[in-house]
Protein backbone atom coordinates (compact mmCIF):
# COMPACT_ATOMS: atom_id res chain seq x y z
CA UNK A 1 0.00 0.00 0.00
CA UNK A 2 2.93 2.14 1.49
CA UNK A 3 4.34 1.55 -2.04
CA UNK A 4 1.41 2.70 -4.36
CA UNK A 5 1.15 5.72 -2.31
CA UNK A 6 4.85 6.49 -2.63
CA UNK A 7 5.10 5.93 -6.56
CA UNK A 8 1.72 7.70 -6.60
CA UNK A 9 3.47 11.06 -5.35
CA UNK A 10 6.99 10.19 -7.51
CA UNK A 11 4.60 10.52 -10.71
CA UNK A 12 3.08 13.79 -9.19
CA UNK A 13 6.34 15.29 -8.75
CA UNK A 14 7.43 13.72 -12.36
CA UNK A 15 4.09 15.55 -13.82
CA UNK A 16 4.88 18.96 -12.04
CA UNK A 17 8.46 18.88 -13.63
CA UNK A 18 7.03 18.48 -16.78
CA UNK A 19 5.55 21.66 -17.14
CA UNK A 20 7.84 23.81 -19.22
CA UNK A 21 9.93 26.42 -17.21
CA UNK A 22 12.48 28.85 -18.24
CA UNK A 23 15.21 27.14 -19.80
CA UNK A 24 18.56 28.25 -18.35
CA UNK A 25 22.04 28.91 -20.25
CA UNK A 26 23.90 25.53 -18.23
CA UNK A 27 20.68 23.84 -19.78
CA UNK A 28 21.83 24.82 -23.44
CA UNK A 29 25.62 23.75 -22.39
CA UNK A 30 24.12 20.52 -20.56
CA UNK A 31 22.51 19.23 -24.19
CA UNK A 32 25.66 19.71 -26.06
CA UNK A 33 27.41 17.27 -23.53
CA UNK A 34 24.64 15.17 -22.99
CA UNK A 35 20.29 15.53 -23.48
CA UNK A 36 19.68 13.40 -21.64
CA UNK A 37 21.12 15.32 -18.88
CA UNK A 38 18.64 18.12 -19.44
CA UNK A 39 16.01 15.70 -18.80
CA UNK A 40 17.28 14.08 -15.24
CA UNK A 41 17.58 17.77 -14.20
CA UNK A 42 14.16 19.19 -15.78
CA UNK A 43 12.31 16.78 -13.50
CA UNK A 44 14.03 17.29 -10.43
CA UNK A 45 17.26 15.06 -10.37
CA UNK A 46 19.87 17.19 -9.29
CA UNK A 47 24.06 16.00 -9.83
CA UNK A 48 25.05 16.05 -6.15
CA UNK A 49 27.47 19.33 -6.26
CA UNK A 50 29.52 17.92 -3.04
CA UNK A 51 30.31 14.32 -5.37
CA UNK A 52 31.42 11.66 -3.47
CA UNK A 53 34.90 10.64 -3.91
CA UNK A 54 35.70 13.64 -6.54
CA UNK A 55 35.89 16.16 -3.74
CA UNK A 56 39.51 17.08 -4.24
CA UNK A 57 38.47 17.79 -8.24
CA UNK A 58 35.14 20.04 -6.74
CA UNK A 59 37.64 21.90 -4.59
CA UNK A 60 39.95 22.78 -7.47
CA UNK A 61 37.37 23.92 -9.96
CA UNK A 62 36.08 26.37 -7.01
CA UNK A 63 39.55 27.56 -6.32
CA UNK A 64 40.70 27.70 -9.99
CA UNK A 65 36.52 30.23 -10.39
CA UNK A 66 37.56 32.20 -7.24
CA UNK A 67 41.20 32.96 -8.88
CA UNK A 68 39.26 33.97 -12.18
CA UNK A 69 37.17 36.22 -10.16
CA UNK A 70 39.97 37.68 -8.60
CA UNK A 71 42.06 38.18 -11.84
CA UNK A 72 41.93 42.08 -11.11
CA UNK A 73 44.03 41.83 -7.90
CA UNK A 74 46.69 39.77 -9.82
CA UNK A 75 46.73 42.32 -12.81
CA UNK A 76 47.20 45.36 -10.56
CA UNK A 77 47.14 48.76 -11.49
CA UNK A 78 49.43 51.59 -11.53
CA UNK A 79 47.93 53.08 -8.17
CA UNK A 80 48.08 49.63 -6.40
CA UNK A 81 52.36 49.58 -7.19
CA UNK A 82 52.32 48.33 -10.58
CA UNK A 83 50.16 46.28 -13.17
CA UNK A 84 50.95 42.59 -13.47
CA UNK A 85 53.62 42.51 -16.28
CA UNK A 86 55.84 44.64 -13.34
CA UNK A 87 54.80 42.48 -10.34
CA UNK A 88 57.81 40.34 -9.12
CA UNK A 89 57.30 36.43 -8.71
CA UNK A 90 56.90 36.53 -4.70
CA UNK A 91 54.24 39.82 -4.76
CA UNK A 92 51.83 37.62 -7.03
CA UNK A 93 52.36 34.85 -4.83
CA UNK A 94 51.48 36.50 -1.94
CA UNK A 95 48.06 37.47 -4.10
CA UNK A 96 47.00 34.42 -5.37
CA UNK A 97 47.49 32.77 -1.83
CA UNK A 98 45.72 35.38 -0.86
CA UNK A 99 42.36 34.83 -2.77
CA UNK A 100 42.79 30.63 -2.19
CA UNK A 101 42.66 32.24 1.72
CA UNK A 102 38.94 32.98 1.83
CA UNK A 103 37.05 29.88 -0.25
CA UNK A 104 35.75 28.48 2.58
CA UNK A 105 34.01 31.74 3.48
CA UNK A 106 32.32 32.19 -0.33
CA UNK A 107 31.55 28.79 -0.72
CA UNK A 108 30.23 27.92 2.31
CA UNK A 109 27.62 25.17 1.22
CA UNK A 110 29.76 23.50 -1.27
CA UNK A 111 32.60 22.97 1.08
CA UNK A 112 30.79 22.47 4.42
CA UNK A 113 31.12 18.81 4.56
CA UNK A 114 34.72 18.81 3.82
CA UNK A 115 37.27 17.84 6.55
CA UNK A 116 39.60 21.22 7.61
CA UNK A 117 42.56 19.06 7.12
CA UNK A 118 41.83 17.94 3.65
CA UNK A 119 41.24 21.57 2.86
CA UNK A 120 44.07 22.66 3.93
CA UNK A 121 45.81 19.66 2.21
CA UNK A 122 44.19 20.24 -1.23
CA UNK A 123 44.42 23.96 -0.99
CA UNK A 124 48.46 23.52 -0.32
CA UNK A 125 48.83 21.20 -2.98
CA UNK A 126 46.87 23.41 -5.69
CA UNK A 127 49.31 26.30 -5.00
CA UNK A 128 52.15 24.72 -5.30
CA UNK A 129 50.85 22.72 -8.91
CA UNK A 130 49.74 26.30 -10.53
CA UNK A 131 52.77 28.12 -8.98
CA UNK A 132 55.03 26.77 -11.84
CA UNK A 133 57.42 30.47 -13.24
CA UNK A 134 55.52 29.38 -16.57
CA UNK A 135 52.04 29.99 -15.40
CA UNK A 136 52.86 33.18 -13.53
CA UNK A 137 54.90 34.67 -16.39
CA UNK A 138 51.35 33.91 -18.50
CA UNK A 139 49.13 34.82 -16.05
CA UNK A 140 50.35 38.14 -15.42
CA UNK A 141 50.77 39.42 -19.30
CA UNK A 142 48.64 42.50 -19.93
CA UNK A 143 45.92 41.67 -21.78
CA UNK A 144 42.58 43.22 -23.92
CA UNK A 145 40.83 42.15 -21.21
CA UNK A 146 42.97 42.78 -18.06
CA UNK A 147 42.92 46.39 -19.33
CA UNK A 148 38.80 46.26 -19.61
CA UNK A 149 38.49 44.96 -16.12
CA UNK A 150 40.82 48.21 -14.95
CA UNK A 151 39.08 50.75 -16.69
CA UNK A 152 35.88 49.48 -16.24
CA UNK A 153 35.66 46.76 -13.44
CA UNK A 154 33.05 44.03 -13.87
CA UNK A 155 29.56 42.87 -12.27
CA UNK A 156 30.49 39.36 -11.11
CA UNK A 157 27.38 36.45 -11.95
CA UNK A 158 24.79 38.70 -13.42
CA UNK A 159 21.66 37.07 -13.76
CA UNK A 160 19.11 38.13 -16.45
CA UNK A 161 15.60 36.64 -17.24
CA UNK A 162 13.63 36.99 -20.47
CA UNK A 163 10.40 35.86 -20.80
CA UNK A 164 10.87 36.73 -24.82
CA UNK A 165 13.34 34.17 -24.99
CA UNK A 166 11.91 31.77 -22.29
CA UNK A 167 15.60 31.85 -20.86
CA UNK A 168 17.52 32.59 -17.76
CA UNK A 169 21.45 32.82 -16.94
CA UNK A 170 24.01 34.53 -14.58
CA UNK A 171 26.85 35.03 -16.58
CA UNK A 172 30.25 35.36 -15.10
CA UNK A 173 31.70 38.82 -15.54
CA UNK A 174 29.77 41.68 -16.90
CA UNK A 175 31.67 44.24 -18.10
CA UNK A 176 30.26 47.60 -18.91
CA UNK A 177 31.58 50.59 -21.01
CA UNK A 178 30.63 53.59 -22.70
CA UNK A 179 30.15 52.00 -25.94
CA UNK A 180 29.54 48.63 -24.84
CA UNK A 181 28.48 45.28 -22.87
CA UNK A 182 30.61 42.23 -22.40
CA UNK A 183 30.29 39.04 -21.26
CA UNK A 184 33.17 36.80 -19.75
CA UNK A 185 33.31 33.18 -18.72
CA UNK A 186 35.69 31.46 -16.63
CA UNK A 187 36.56 27.81 -17.33
CA UNK A 188 38.55 26.00 -14.71
CA UNK A 189 38.68 22.94 -17.80
CA UNK A 190 41.40 22.96 -20.25
CA UNK A 191 41.64 25.29 -22.92
CA UNK A 192 41.94 24.60 -26.61
CA UNK A 193 44.60 25.21 -28.98
CA UNK A 194 43.25 27.66 -30.79
CA UNK A 195 40.02 29.73 -29.97
CA UNK A 196 37.69 28.50 -27.51
CA UNK A 197 35.20 25.37 -27.15
CA UNK A 198 32.47 25.29 -29.39
CA UNK A 199 30.30 25.07 -26.76
CA UNK A 200 31.65 28.29 -24.82
CA UNK A 201 31.13 30.05 -28.25
CA UNK A 202 27.52 28.87 -28.23
CA UNK A 203 27.26 29.85 -24.24
CA UNK A 204 28.87 33.23 -24.58
CA UNK A 205 26.27 33.83 -27.63
CA UNK A 206 23.37 32.86 -25.11
CA UNK A 207 24.52 35.51 -22.60
CA UNK A 208 24.78 37.61 -25.70
CA UNK A 209 21.10 37.02 -26.45
CA UNK A 210 20.15 38.22 -22.83
CA UNK A 211 22.12 41.02 -22.46
CA UNK A 212 20.47 42.36 -25.60
CA UNK A 213 17.48 41.76 -24.17
CA UNK A 214 18.05 43.85 -20.93
CA UNK A 215 20.17 46.33 -22.34
CA UNK A 216 18.88 46.74 -25.54
CA UNK A 217 22.06 46.94 -27.25
CA UNK A 218 24.11 44.54 -29.29
CA UNK A 219 26.81 42.56 -28.06
CA UNK A 220 29.71 42.05 -30.92
CA UNK A 221 32.74 40.20 -28.45
CA UNK A 222 32.86 38.48 -25.43
CA UNK A 223 35.99 36.47 -23.65
CA UNK A 224 36.31 33.03 -22.47
CA UNK A 225 39.49 33.17 -19.48
CA UNK A 226 40.53 29.71 -19.67
CA UNK A 227 42.30 29.93 -16.14
CA UNK A 228 43.80 26.88 -15.57
CA UNK A 229 46.56 27.45 -18.82
CA UNK A 230 46.61 31.22 -17.87
CA UNK A 231 44.92 31.96 -21.22
CA UNK A 232 42.64 34.58 -22.25
CA UNK A 233 40.91 34.92 -25.32
CA UNK A 234 38.19 37.07 -27.30
CA UNK A 235 35.75 35.63 -29.53
CA UNK A 236 33.70 37.37 -32.04
CA UNK A 237 29.88 36.48 -31.59
CA UNK A 238 28.78 35.01 -34.76
CA UNK A 239 25.72 34.53 -36.46
CA UNK A 240 26.43 30.94 -36.41
CA UNK A 241 26.10 30.69 -32.70
CA UNK A 242 23.40 32.76 -31.84
CA UNK A 243 21.17 30.49 -34.96
CA UNK A 244 23.26 27.27 -32.45
CA UNK A 245 21.88 29.27 -29.10
CA UNK A 246 18.90 29.17 -30.48
CA UNK A 247 18.34 25.32 -31.92
CA UNK A 248 19.24 24.12 -28.31
CA UNK A 249 16.95 26.76 -26.66
CA UNK A 250 14.17 24.53 -28.68
CA UNK A 251 15.10 21.12 -28.48
CA UNK A 252 15.66 21.71 -24.54
CA UNK A 253 12.18 23.14 -24.56
CA UNK A 254 10.97 19.91 -25.88
CA UNK A 255 12.53 17.55 -23.39
CA UNK A 256 11.14 19.83 -20.67
CA UNK A 257 8.04 19.46 -22.15
CA UNK A 258 8.49 15.43 -21.58
CA UNK A 259 10.67 14.28 -24.99
CA UNK A 260 12.78 11.52 -23.23
CA UNK A 261 16.11 12.53 -26.29
CA UNK A 262 18.19 9.88 -27.40
CA UNK A 263 21.59 8.94 -26.05
CA UNK A 264 24.39 10.78 -27.53
CA UNK A 265 27.18 9.33 -29.39
CA UNK A 266 29.88 10.24 -27.35
CA UNK A 267 27.95 10.74 -24.20
CA UNK A 268 30.19 10.95 -21.49
CA UNK A 269 28.03 8.21 -19.59
CA UNK A 270 31.59 6.71 -17.42
CA UNK A 271 30.79 8.33 -13.89
CA UNK A 272 27.77 9.86 -14.47
CA UNK A 273 25.55 10.43 -11.73
CA UNK A 274 22.67 8.90 -14.00
CA UNK A 275 23.83 6.19 -15.59
CA UNK A 276 21.38 3.54 -13.31
CA UNK A 277 18.50 5.90 -14.28
CA UNK A 278 18.89 6.17 -17.58
CA UNK A 279 19.54 2.23 -17.71
CA UNK A 280 16.39 1.83 -16.30
CA UNK A 281 14.14 4.51 -18.62
CA UNK A 282 15.87 2.52 -21.45
CA UNK A 283 14.44 -0.90 -20.62
CA UNK A 284 11.33 0.36 -19.97
CA UNK A 285 11.08 2.53 -23.20
CA UNK A 286 12.54 -1.04 -24.95
CA UNK A 287 9.88 -3.12 -23.08
CA UNK A 288 6.58 -0.35 -24.27
CA UNK A 289 7.86 0.19 -27.83
CA UNK A 290 10.22 -3.01 -28.28
CA UNK A 291 13.26 -0.46 -28.65
S1 LIG B 1 24.36 8.02 -18.40
FE1 LIG B 1 25.16 8.76 -20.35
S2 LIG B 1 23.34 8.99 -21.65
FE2 LIG B 1 22.64 8.87 -19.53
S3 LIG B 1 22.48 10.97 -18.83
FE3 LIG B 1 24.51 10.24 -18.22
S4 LIG B 1 25.82 10.84 -19.92
FE4 LIG B 1 23.74 10.98 -20.68
Given at each position: ?????????????????????????????????????????????E??K?????????I??????????????????????????????????????D????????Y??????????????????????????????????????A??????????????V????N????????I???E???????????????????????????????????????????????I??A??????????????????L??????????????E???????????????????????????
Amino acid sequence: MGDVKQRKEEKMKEKEHFIPALSKVSDLTHYMLCPRLVYFSARGYEQPKRAKGKERSVIEHILLKELGFNMHKVWGSEDEGGTGENRGEEDLKRVIEDIVDGVEWIYKEELKDVEKDFLKAVKTDFVCSIETPEWLSKIKKETPLAELERYYGYEREHIMVSETLNMSGSVDKLIRTEEEIIPCLIKTGRCPEYGVWKSDRMQLAAYALLIEEEFETTVQRGFVEYIRNAEVREVHIKKRDRALALQLLKHVKRIKGGVFPEKEENAPCDGCFFLELCETKKTLLSKLFGK
